[in-house]
């Protein structure tokens, strides 16, 4: 049991340790974290407690589970807003997808008419596709066009950006972060507690390389991802469009590269040679 808490413990401070930077970074401090953590142990305990068939966890129970005293349990625990939008509910995000979907298919509609007759692609037919009608066209447009995706002109838009990035709203940004690493970690968290048949989520790695070679291979993984992504896109499209928002399952792909420079700090044993090697279940 120790040696499982010992690795465990280590294995969430690796996970942590990039969410740590950018809290410091974003002028978070220890009560924040501390508060966060408390309403997430309790969360995730009742959720724990309730998969068992326990409908409404007690107080001893949530206090075993969590480690929390009973008068930390009692006490009202705030319900942990919803300060972020659902990046999966985007109507921006989606028409630009979808936009994107059309390029591959047909490269002469990256300029498209705001409006146009019926039968005559448009921005406003890609936006009423994408949004199911659930959102003006102009709304969309603004938005896009404030996130400097697309640029308007004389009664037409022209896509201008290459992927749905908003680097120009934090508030999107911190989003996509939250769900894109959410997700990648409950596969991750599913694979190891051996929940259900393995996901898919793995990776390459390899040190001893240089930065040039680090930016080849990121530009090797850029251009086959926008291949797939067009393909993911089609089917996942396929696959809503069939159901007609009669079911409940969710899905997102994604992936990822990252490369720095080695750390000068001392390197842990055996790691001083070129390395390649590949992590993950499938």
């Given at each position: 049991?120790e040696?499982?808490?010992?690795?465990?413990?280590?294995?969430?401070?690796?996970?942590?340790?990039?969410v740590?930077?950018?809290?410091l970074?974003?002028?978070?401090?220890?009560?924040h974290l501390?508060?966060?953590?408390?309403?997430l142990l309790l969360?995730e305990?009742r959720?724990?407690?309730?998969?068992?068939?326990?409908?409404?966890?007690n107080?001893?129970?949530?206090?075993?589970s969590?480690g929390l005293?009973?008068?930390?349990?009692?006490a009202?625990?705030r319900?942990l807003?919803?300060?972020?939008?659902?990046?999966?509910?985007s109507?921006?995000?989606?028409?630009?997808?979808?936009?994107?979907?059309?390029?591959?298919?047909?490269?002469?509609h990256?300029?498209?008419p705001v409006?146009a007759e019926?039968g005559?692609?448009s921005?406003?037919t890609?936006?009423?596709?994408?949004?199911?009608?659930n959102?003006?066209?102009?709304?969309?447009?603004d938005?896009?066009a404030?996130?400097n995706?697309?640029?308007?002109d004389?009664?037409?838009?022209?896509?201008?950006?290459?992927?749905?990035?908003?680097a120009k709203?934090?508030?999107?940004m911190?989003a996509?972060?939250?769900?894109?690493?959410?997700d990648?970690?409950l596969?991750?968290?599913?694979n190891t507690?051996g929940?259900?048949?393995?996901?898919?989520?793995?990776a390459?790695?390899?040190n001893?390389?240089?930065?040039?070679?680090?930016?080849?291979?990121?530009?090797?993984?850029?251009?086959?991802?926008?291949?797939?992504?067009?393909e993911l896109?089609?089917?996942m499209?396929?696959?809503?469009?069939?159901?007609a928002?009669?079911?409940?399952?969710r899905?997102?792909?994604?992936?990822?590269?990252?490369?720095?420079a080695e750390?000068?700090?001392?390197?842990e044993?055996?790691s001083?040679a070129?390395?390649?090697?590949?992590?993950?279940k499938?």
């Amino acid at each position: 049991m120790e040696n499982q808490l010992a690795w465990t413990l280590a294995a969430c401070a690796r996970v942590m340790r990039p969410v740590v930077r950018l809290a410091l970074a974003m002028g978070v401090k220890h009560p924040h974290l501390e508060e966060m953590l408390r309403d997430l142990l309790l969360s995730e305990a009742r959720r724990s407690w309730q998969a068992q068939g326990v409908k409404n966890p007690n107080i001893s129970q949530l206090s075993v589970s969590t480690g929390l005293n009973r008068k930390a349990v009692t006490a009202k625990v705030r319900e942990l807003g919803e300060a972020l939008p659902h990046t999966e509910m985007s109507a921006a995000a989606k028409t630009f997808t979808l936009w994107l979907q059309m390029l591959a298919e047909h490269p002469e509609h990256r300029r498209l008419p705001v409006v146009a007759e019926a039968g005559v692609p448009s921005f406003e037919t890609v936006a009423r596709q994408a949004s199911r009608g659930n959102m003006h066209h102009r709304a969309i447009l603004d938005e896009l066009a404030r996130l400097n995706m697309v640029a308007e002109d004389e009664g037409h838009v022209e896509i201008t950006a290459e992927a749905f990035v908003p680097a120009k709203d934090l508030q999107s940004m911190l989003a996509f972060f939250g769900d894109n690493a959410r997700d990648h970690l409950l596969a991750a968290v599913s694979n190891t507690l051996g929940e259900r048949a393995p996901m898919l989520e793995r990776a390459v790695y390899a040190n001893g390389v240089t930065l040039q070679d680090c930016e080849a291979i990121e530009q090797l993984v850029r251009q086959r991802w926008s291949s797939l992504h067009h393909e993911l896109t089609h089917e996942m499209t396929r696959a809503v469009t069939a159901v007609a928002g009669n079911a409940s399952g969710r899905i997102r792909v994604g992936i990822y590269t990252y490369y720095e420079a080695e750390s000068a700090e001392p390197a842990e044993p055996g790691s001083g040679a070129p390395q390649i090697a590949q992590k993950g279940k499938k």
